[in-house]
Structure formats: C-alpha cells, structure tokens
C-alpha cells in the first residue's frame, strides 16, 4: 500500500497535505533496490506465449528421446514401459507450479533467471520417470542411463528455445513491440516527473506517448485530442496524474470522457478519497497506481477470440458454400446490380469499416448512410430480399469481414453512422452507446438473442440494446460465444424481429 493510501486509510482526507503518490513509493524503491530498470513488467501475452513454446519443445525433446531409445537403446517388447514413462514425464513437466512472475520483462531474457525458472519442473520430470520405471521393475542402472537420456533431450532443446527467443527479445524491433504504449493526463511537476522517469529509466517497458491536458502549456494536446488519437495510435495504458489539489471528482470527469478508449485507465493513489480505498492498486513498473478501468477482454483473450472466430469462420464459410452460390444466384436473377451491399459501420476502437451484406434492396433504392432505417414493409426491399432478411442470411457474408479482422461472430451489432434513436444520433441519444466499441462488433450477439434487434424507434429500444451488449462485454468467454452460435441458430433464424 503506498504512503498516500495509508494516509487515507487513517482518515487524513485533506488531499493538498498528502504525498503526491508519484512520490512516495518509487523513491523509497529507488533507494532500496538502485535504479528503476530492475523493476519488471508483465507482458499481458507473452508469459503464455512462452508457457505454450515451452510445451511445445518438450514434446518435441519427448519425441526425439522416443525415437532415439527405440532405435538404439529398448527392446521392441520394453517400449510400451518407456513411452508411458515419456508421457508421464512430460505431463509432470506441464503440471508442476511455475513460477510465472520470472517470466516478466526483463526477467524473460535473463538466462539465469529462466534457468531458475525451468528446473523445478524439468528436475520433477525427471525423477517421474525413473520413478515409473523402478516401479515397472526396470534395473536401477537403465533406469538412470534412460533417465538421463531423457535429461539431456529436454533440456538441450529447452536451452536452445531460450538462447533463441532471447536473441528475439533484445532485437529492437521486438523491444520495441513488447513496450507497452502509454499516455499522462495532467499538469504541474507531478505530471512531468512522471514523463521524465519513463523516458529516462523505463524505456524497456514503457513507451511515452505524450502528456495531455486542457489547459494547453507544454501539453501534446488536449483530452479529446487523446481520445482521437487513441483510435488510430494503439494506447495500452493512460495515467491520469493531476496536482492533489484537483480531487477526486475531477478525476471521474476525465474518466468519463475515457469511457471509449481502448486502454487500461490509472491514477495515482493520492487523488482518491477514503471511500475508494478498496478499488485495486496495480504495479506499474516502480509505481503503485489505483485501476480506474481495464479494458475488457486483455490481449490473451482477444487471442483466443480471433483463433476462435478464423477457425469457425472458415469452417462456416466451407459448409455454407453451396447455400451463399444459390442465394447469389437468386439476387442476380431477381433485380439489376451487384450482389453484395457495402455499407459503412463503426466498429472497434471506433474505427469505421465496410461491412458486406447481401442486396436485399432495389439498387437505385439503397441508403448508403442508413438515414432511414429499414421498416417491416418497406418498399425499397426485394423479393428475394425480403426472404433471406426474414432468414438472416442477408449477414451470411459478414464472415468475410470476420476473416479480415473487421468484426467478430460475437459481439455488438455494429450500427450505421447516421443512424438514429428518437430523432438523435446513437451517440448523442445514449452516451454510454460508445463502450460497446471497446470490442469487435459481431455478426450475431447477446442483444440480438434476447429480442432487442431490428429498428431503433425510441431511446428505450437503444437503451435496452446498450445495457445487453455491456452485459455480453463484462461476461465474455469463448464457452459464451459458442452459446450465442447456437442460440442465434436456434431462435433469430426464426425471429419475428427480423425483416
């Protein structure tokens, strides 16, 4: 707990008589431990990129040692004993308890450390497999020479994977990449000491993007310069750090006009009251700041999610082949133009792109902008069209923006620009309608399984659309996606609401 929420908890409320919380920790660290370097970082991708490359390798060594034991050292009829030996050997690896924290930038390219990190399991590998032997009544001395055979196999490749990746690691581009990119919002020396320390002593970890604040000065612009370049910059983490005199509710202003940035959102802890003592405080490099917001799905799940969505795209896209042909054919046949509609939507981060959908429309007839949305009888749409808006297989092509990284097969329904809720705007009609742009929106999703789709008439219909889609984003996971699939299948095909 850091000097300035000690102070709170003891009741000290006066904010101006506290430490600055930039302060008060790093520089009793900074005494304790040298320079601000030995601090770590924990990459939110690579430690699990690492912990699957590991099992990779020891299942390649499992393999080699396999291979090489039957060829030159085992019996055919004693081969079944040493490959359960093998298999338990390298299980025991994957399930001892790791010691992830060693796998923090910049523990990660020290040779030392990740030894210290890898012989745990490899040593508990080991006496696993001569133990499945002994107890197969194997020889003592086999059952050691084998072992060791093993031994050598795991840990020759396991070196070379590290010697490797930390070859990776230092190149500049990769430092590069792994540097989280973070921005400060505020003012005054707290804010600018702040800037120094990452720009002189955490540049392995941290990358300034600059120092925002309305009242201009020595500033790289303003808040919502911030939260514009946000959509097109890639910003992993803004640090919010006023003089203590701003207060707390100051503070929750800014946060506010955040809610759409796609980035975890900090503070330093003396700029909150008492009554917020409980919210998490979070290591970042040599500070302890207070979490105002994290973004919803972390890179690793945002990995999973893509792997998930190009694996079932494809395999949609493989079975649906015959059916796309036909209704292509169809539209072809039933009015003049193309047989695909792009429209513009803004999707992720805020960023807008061209979703394809089959032309349920007359062409001469199409609302490019979405300035009127589609009613239940109306006279722009086809014959055909009508058919598969009722079917849904007007979205059928969407999986296409799915391969292209544009949308998801769960999330948001991504909406038009002009499109309107009660004569306003999405946006202006409900300001928090821009969070549901902190995920991939998605061809089908929560909101769409529980009734709120078709047209927005009133405010009350986007409202209720909002508060399903927040609700999809704050419980997310793959198992939630795949009931969705399988509920839009069962109930949205057959929806009233579509038309």
């Known amino acids: 707990m850091s000097e300035a929420l000690r102070h709170l908890k003891n009741g000290e409320t006066d ?55 039957r060829i030159y ?116 020396s707290e804010a ?59 503070v929750m202003d800014v946060l506010w006009r955040l809610r759409g940035v796609l980035a975890d959102v900090y503070v330093v802890p003396s700029l909150m009251t008492e009554d917020c003592h409980g919210w998490p405080v979070e290591r970042f490099g040599p500070f302890s700041l207070t979490v105002l917001q994290r973004r919803p799905l972390s890179e690793w799940d945002m990995l999973e999610k893509r792997a998930f969505d190009l694996t079932a795209s494809v395999l949609l896209l493989l079975a649906l082949a015959p059916l796309l042909t036909l209704v292509a054919l169809a539209i072809k046949l039933d009015s003049r133009g193309p047989v695909l509609f792009c429209q513009p939507r803004q999707g992720f981060n805020n960023r807008y792109f061209n979703v394809f959908k089959f032309r349920s429309m007359y062409t001469d007839m199409s609302d490019l902008d979405a300035a009127r949305q589609t009613s239940r009888t109306d006279p722009r749409v ?16 969407q999986l296409f923006n799915v391969l292209r990284g544009e949308m998801s097969l769960v999330g948001p329904r991504p909406h038009a620009p002009q499109t309107r809720a009660g004569g306003q705007l999405l946006h202006e009609a409900m300001e928090e309608y821009v969070a549901r742009h902190r995920v991939q929106p998605g061809i089908t999703g929560w909101a769409q399984i529980n009734g709120s789709r078709g047209e927005l008439v009133t405010r009350d219909d986007l409202c209720r659309r909002v508060v399903l889609d927040l609700e999809y984003i704050r419980a997310w996971s793959i198992w939630l996606d795949i009931k969705i699939i399988f509920l839009t299948i069962k109930r949205e095909i057959f929806s009233r609401n579509a038309f």
């Not at 990459?43 to 090489?68: E, K, N, R, T």
């Not at 910059?233 to 207060?247: K, N």
Request: aromatic share 8%.
């Open 382 to 397: 086809t014959r055909i069209g009508r058919w598969i808006r009722r079917l849904s297989i007007d979205e059928l092509p």
């Open 15 to 69: 904010l101006s008589s506290l430490p600055s919380g930039l302060d008060s920790i790093p520089r009793r660290i900074h005494t304790a431990r040298g320079v601000d370097d030995s601090f770590s970082y924990r990459h939110p991708v690579l430690p699990q990129v690492v912990v699957l490359s590991d099992a990779f390798c020891v299942c390649l060594a499992v393999v080699a040692c396999i291979a090489w034991q």
């Open 73 to 188: 050292d085992t019996p055919d009829e004693l081969s079944g004993a040493l490959l359960l030996a093998n298999i338990m050997a390298a299980g025991a690896f994957f399930l001892f308890p790791k010691n992830v924290p060693l796998l923090d930038i910049p523990d990660i390219t020290k040779i030392s450390v990740q030894i210290r990190y890898l012989l745990p399991p490899v040593a508990f590998g080991e006496v696993v497999f001569c133990t499945v032997l002994v107890m197969l009544s194997w020889p003592f001395g086999v059952t050691v020479r084998m072992g060791m055979e093993w031994l050598v196999f795991v840990v020759a490749i396991l070196f070379v994977e590290r010697c490797v990746g930390t070859y990776i690691l230092h190149t500049p581009t990769m430092t590069r990449r792994l540097a989280r990119k973070v921005a400060i919002i505020g003012s005054g």
């Open 192 to 250: 600018t000491q702040m800037a120094t320390r990452i720009n002189t002593r955490m540049q392995r970890m941290f990358r300034l993007v600059g120092t925002f604040d309305d009242q201009g000065g020595d500033s790289d612009g303003t808040v919502e310069e911030l939260v514009l370049r946000a959509r097109e910059d890639h910003i992993d983490a803004v640090i919010i750090c006023f003089p203590p005199a701003c207060g707390q509710q100051h």
